[in-house]
């Protein structure tokens, strides 16, 4: 890792209130060796043994799934996260980052070995007793046992905390009997450890561990399922299932903690494996539009074409900029704490949940953008099961759903925020009382002196960021203890938020490029952070003013609009000549090119 990044711990959600630092944004340039060398393994054993077993995965065929998954452990992709002491490599948060974005490409293959790799063990890692890792962990991480994930259930997807199942002492004190039912469980149909949910008393919601073999745990039918169709998913049963006493996970009553925190993990490495979805995805296009001729020439010399060749680029570099950039935030923080201690690991990644939930939503949505114009570009053909277009595009459909849905993660975003301002952990209050000051006085008319490649981009980037702080501190004015019924002002704050990061976390990453290597080396990247800029720029202009007409109106809204004016307005960019010089080394390098 850059020795820079090691010499200052960057709080989460503070990239509002300061400038970033190119030294402060890890980015893929500065890989270790041992970092690119996992990476590498990850892609190989995927394009090698999982890839050419598609029909089999996409067929149901779990036994094929469970001898790739043991695979899978053979190289070390499981037990990446797993301490020493049970088994594991326990690799650094960056590596770990590298498994998911390059263990993608097969969705149903991905989802399952993410329950198992991932939310199915971690649970165990961060809040079992040391008796329970001790039996666990070395079994799932060798690939031997397959871990499963149950939280939701019918009746309570997004509000997790209102499920039904319910958790008991027998008699004699020394058995817990639990009943109820888990729904859309990845791995239920063959997985062999469980983390479950249920509400002990009827009222503290707790974590337990169950095994498949335990008495009155089943698992029901395979759904039938719009994507992913080879990956299980069933119902899991509990009728009067009866479990030791000592398989409590952490505390009675603490159960939330458990589902919260495993959840945050979740949703970076979902970002992360977005991305390399997204990747293969522009490669499938860039393809296709070279071989494929419509009148005498390939589709990729058209300009409707290269459009979106540029932007499904553009978005996946900004994209993997903001996982790596966040991956780095948290590898940072644990170099700081004991990371044997589960309590330190878990605060460290919990300081980053804001992060995790932008990359969450803006990763699961860049690969659903590129899935659908990959469909696009493949006309007819994207339609059919001939190409691999439209299986992507059902796949990754239901990315934008689990883990917390979008709707929950933006609405997670500025709650967060403002929580964490309340409390006084971010002092965005005094900065956006500040931004108002500042806005009241009018346009300011020093000289900008700056003439780097990208300084109109960080102007606009400082700007972005005074956006969200407005749109926080009025909304936070306006509604009070009311804000939280306001998720159209809400979701709308948190799409200006999410641009912002992608925004500033692109620009730390090819100032840093510009700075090493100098400008002319770099001149895609360059592209690409100007194209993402201008046009986040607007789409940020776009949400702001649908959030202050719902805050405000009359002259006061007038007032606050033309701040807006100030604060969104750029020079106009030829986006068209950039996206022919993007599309064109697209073309050229036959997918992603960073």
């Known amino acids: ?31 270790s060796d041992e970092q690119r060398m996992i990476g590498q393994t990850t892609a190989e054993f995927f394009d090698k043994e999982v890839i050419p077993n598609h029909d089999q995965i996409e067929s149901k065929d779990y036994e094929i799934q469970r001898s790739l998954i043991k695979q899978a452990a053979d190289l070390g992709l499981i037990n990446a996260s797993i301490p020493e002491e049970y088994g594991g490599l326990e690799l650094d948060h960056v590596s770990n980052m590298l498994i998911a974005e390059h263990m993608s490409g097969q969705a149903s293959f991905s989802t399952g070995f993410g329950a ?78 469980l983390t479950v949910f249920a509400k002990v008393d009827g009222d503290k919601f707790t974590g337990f561990i169950l095994e498949r073999n335990d008495p009155g745990v089943s698992h029901g039918n395979e759904e039938h399922k719009l994507g992913q169709r080879g990956s299980s998913t069933t119902p899991i049963l509990m009728q009067d299932a009866k479990i030791p006493k000592d398989r409590l996970l952490g505390e009675i009553g603490k159960g939330h903690l458990i589902a919260f925190n495993v959840l945050n993990f979740g949703r970076i490495k979902m970002g992360a494996g977005a991305i390399g979805g997204g990747k293969r995805v522009l490669g499938q296009a860039a393809k296709y539009a070279a071989e494929r001729h419509q009148f005498n020439r390939p589709i990729a010399s058209f300009g409707a074409i290269k459009y979106k060749l540029a932007e499904m680029l553009t978005r996946l570099y900004a994209g993997e900029s903001a ?71 059902r796949d990754c459909r239901v990315n934008r759903i689990y883990e917390g849905t979008n709707e929950i993660n933006r609405l997670l975003i500025p709650g967060q925020l403002l929580k964490r301002a309340l409390k006084g952990g971010l002092p965005l209050f005094a900065a956006a009382q500040r931004l108002q000051e500042e806005l009241l006085a ?52 948190a799409d200006v938020i999410i ?45 702001a003013k649908n959030a202050l007409a719902a805050i405000s109106d009359g002259d006061e809204l007038r007032t606050l609009l033309v701040a807006l004016r100030r604060l969104t307005k750029q020079e106009p960019l030829n986006t068209a000549a950039i996206r022919e010089r993007l599309a064109d080394k697209v073309v050229e390098a036959g997918g992603y090119i960073f």
Not at 161 to 186: P, V
Not at 335 to 340: A, N, R, S
Not at 361 to 387: R, S
Not at 453 to 474: C, T
């Open 442 to 493: 009018g346009p300011s008319f020093d000289m900008d002196e700056d003439d780097s490649p990208l300084a109109n981009e960080r102007k606009l980037a400082a700007n972005a960021k005074k956006v969200a702080l407005m749109l926080l501190g009025l909304s936070a004015q306006k509604f009070r203890d009311q804000l939280q019924e306001q998720q159209m002002v809400l979701s709308w704050a």
């Open 499 to 543: 641009e912002a990061f992608q925004v500033d976390s692109a620009i730390g990453r090819t100032a840093k490029l510009i700075a090493r290597d100098g400008a002319d080396k770099h001149q895609a990247a360059i592209d690409a952070t100007k194209l993402y800029t201008h046009d986040a720029v607007m789409r940020i202009d776009v949400a």
């Open 116 to 193: 198992t790799s991932s939310i199915g063990l971690l649970p165990i890692v961060l809040f079992g007793t040391d008796e329970q890792k001790k039996k666990y962990l070395p079994k799932i991480g060798s690939g031997e046992w397959i871990g499963a994930y149950c939280l939701s259930e019918s009746g309570s997807g997004s509000d997790a905390l209102g499920a039904k199942s319910t958790a008991r002492l027998s008699e004699d004190g020394q058995h817990w009997i639990l009943n109820g039912e888990k729904m859309w469980i990845t791995n239920g149909g063959f997985a062999d450890v």
């Open 323 to 393: 996982v790596y950039r966040t991956a780095g935030m948290i590898e940072t923080k644990e170099e700081t704490i004991d990371k044997k201690n589960p309590a330190e690991l878990m605060k460290a990644i919990e300081e980053y949940a804001i992060e995790c939930a932008i990359i969450k939503v803006a990763g699961t949505e860049t690969l659903f953008y590129c899935a659908d114009e990959n469909v696009q570009i493949h006309g007819g053909n994207g339609f059919t099961e001939d190409y691999p277009a439209e299986g992507v595009y």
């Open 1 to 31: 890792m850059a020795a820079a990044l090691e010499k200052e711990v960057i709080k989460g959600g503070a990239f509002l209130l300061q400038e970033t630092l190119p030294a402060q944004v890890l980015s893929p340039e500065d890989f």
